[in-house]
């Protein structure tokens, strides 16, 4: 399994655009990166999934650089809502992307 | 149309006594998890089910043990709890373990464990 690294927590505004960088150095050929978010008092919920470049859906996006140690999670324009708990997976399957770790724990303020 | 369900949401007991977690999918998938989330919000997987298989079983104590009647159901039994039990556990599933790439898992809300 790629051990990932990610902030223990930030703080943001409501507007502004959050940046969360995951590091992954020992991450496999096969592997995909996928994010998780977790509101208080709730199970963690897919948000996006990539494998190289850059990846958006209506939530977030995703870049990844060419050599794939690192990805960031973009997330535009956040608001009071948005304030949960974001982790970073790396793995082929979900049978692999199992260590969840502790995950950053992002708080947005008015 | 819950996904993922979970009973008892909350579970507040005794130190020594036996309890179930009970949970339900209705996905479809072939395989199902559980996992203990800890105070300081570490998420760890315990045991994984394909197909009513144990696949995955993490180091978990005997007094932890999955039961999968079929493949929409896993319910875990936990024997002789112990203070340090007390935790959130979620139960999760997914399409098929073996399959990928990009497989993602969905997860129920959790059932609040305190061992008193």
């Known amino acids: 399994l790629a051990k990932t690294t990610q902030p223990i927590s930030m703080d943001s505004y409501e507007g502004q655009e959050v940046n969360i960088t995951c590091s992954h150095n020992?991450?496999?050929?096969?592997?995909?990166i996928t994010w998780y978010q977790q509101f208080p008092s709730q199970g963690p919920r897919f948000i996006i999934q990539?494998?190289?470049t850059k990846v958006t859906n209506e939530v977030a996006s995703l870049f990844i650089p060419a050599d794939r140690k690192s990805s960031t999670l973009s997330l535009p324009r956040v608001s009071l809502s948005d304030t949960a708990v974001y982790y970073c997976?790396?793995?082929?399957?979900?049978?692999?992307?199992?260590?969840f770790g502790g995950g950053t724990r992002l708080m947005v303020k008015p | 149309d819950t996904a993922v369900s979970q009973t008892p949401k909350y579970l507040v007991t005794q130190m020594g006594n036996d309890k179930s977690i009970k949970c339900e999918q209705n996905l479809g998938h072939d395989t199902m998890y559980w996992y203990k989330q800890d105070s300081k919000k570490f998420l760890k997987i315990m045991f994984s089910?394909?197909?009513?298989?144990?696949?995955i079983n993490e180091t978990v104590p005997n007094r932890f043990s999955p039961k999968s009647p079929d493949k929409a159901h896993l319910n875990l039994h936990i024997n002789s709890l112990e203070l340090g039990d007390s935790a959130v556990y979620f139960c999760?599933?997914?399409?098929?373990?073996?399959?990928?790439?990009?497989?993602?898992?969905?997860f129920g809300p959790g059932t609040r464990l305190l061992v008193l």
């Open positions: 997976l790396v793995g082929v399957n979900a049978g692999n992307m199992l260590t």
């Open positions: 990539g494998y190289k």
């Open positions: 089910y394909n197909n009513k298989e144990l696949i």
């Open positions: 020992n991450i496999a050929t096969n592997d995909y």
């Open positions: 999760a599933s997914s399409q098929n373990q073996r399959t990928g790439p990009g497989e993602t898992q969905y």
